[in-house]
């Protein structure tokens, strides 16, 4: 197995292997899925107009890769007569979809923790998308995730 060391933007050292399917360096990773040094951890939140499909996205870094660990949907219940299709894509790849109807006058949510975080592609964005729930639905996207260098 090839190794090597690279310094991230806090000047620490970070070990790094060769995985030869994506033909990178990536960091080494724990048995929890979880990096060993070097990562550098994200969150980001949108809410969607009134009867709208909701988008949200984390920019492509080039030389790194994305791992989403939580996802989290929430639709308002005014009108959600439609199940809402969640997708989380990499890059244009769909990689997770579930659908979310809000039975309730209050509205519903959707929790996922990866237990292993989803691996986006090298260079590559992530997208959370949900379409429109009914009239007056409001959709709340939130992902978290961490980011780690795969080149130099």
């Known amino acids: 197995m090839d190794k090597k060391m690279i310094q991230d933007g806090n000047g620490l050292l970070v070990p790094q292997y ?20 070097g990562a550098a951890e994200w969150a980001v939140s949108d809410k969607s107009a009134a ?3 909701g988008a949200l996205e984390k920019a492509a870094v080039a030389g790194s890769r994305h791992y989403i660990s939580m996802i989290a949907v929430g639709v308002t219940a ?14 244009e790849t769909t990689i997770f979809e579930i659908n979310l ?52």
């Open 78 to 91: 005014a009108d959600s007569a439609n199940a809402a299709a969640i997708t989380l894509k990499d890059d």
């Open 18 to 37: 060769f995985n030869p399917d994506d033909d990178v360096f990536e960091v080494i990773q724990g048995k929890d899925g979880q990096p060993i040094g």
């Open 101 to 152: 109807k809000s039975e309730s006058a209050e509205g519903d949510v959707v929790i996922y923790q990866f237990e292993k975080p989803l691996a986006i592609s090298a260079g590559k964005k992530a997208t959370l998308g949900c379409a429109a729930a009914g009239a007056g639905c409001i959709i709340t996207l939130n992902m978290a995730g961490y980011t780690v260098k795969t080149s130099v």
């Open 51 to 53: 009867n709208e499909a």
